[in-house]
């Protein structure tokens, strides 16, 4: 079971926000952030996010002025900074058991499983917002279920139907 609430539009369209911030669910008075979004999972989606290039866009999103763009921004730099913290953190442990560069699996193994624990933990405490590509559409990944269901509400007509957003 996912803990985030997933709704995906047609590519085509520019989707309608309802004003109510992303972060606090409070209203968000006509300002916004802009969130990074991810192109479809593919070898594009792990080079570094260069701007128009390879499907990486910044999308304008509801976020109120009480502190809630530094919030979300300071999430944002937090879930990198724990990626590849996990990411280092898996290597020393690797090397401190002699397992870099001899050859098994052992080692990309407990590099990959301290990556592993950072993805759960996200997936348990999803970001406020994500945005991703999917083949059938734009994915947004709320941590609300109420600021989700308002989002696909204001979008109603162009929700691509899918086993995850029913
Ligand atoms: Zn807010």
Do not use: K
Request: glycine residues 12%; proline residues 8%.
């Amino acid at each position: 079971m996912p803990f985030s609430t997933s709704v995906v539009l047609s590519r085509d369209v520019e989707p309608a926000w309802p004003d109510v911030c992303v972060v606090c669910e409070g209203p968000a008075h006509g300002a916004t952030a802009r969130v990074l979004r991810s192109p479809p999972v593919g070898v594009f989606s792990l080079l570094v996010p260069v701007l128009g290039l390879f499907g990486w866009a910044r999308v304008p999103v509801p976020v109120c002025e009480e502190g809630c763009r530094g919030r979300l921004r300071r999430q944002a730099w937090g879930r990198r900074l724990l990626l590849l913290g996990s990411a280092v953190l898996g290597f020393v442990l690797a090397e401190r058991w002699g397992l870099v560069g001899d050859g098994g699996v052992r080692g990309p193994a407990v590099v990959l499983g301290s990556v592993f624990l950072a993805v759960g933990y996200g997936v348990v405490r999803p970001r406020w917002i994500e945005l991703g590509t999917c083949r059938a559409g734009h994915e947004y990944e709320f941590a609300s279920p109420e600021v989700a269901a308002g989002f696909r509400e204001a979008n109603r007509e162009w929700v691509v139907p899918s086993w995850r957003n029913d």
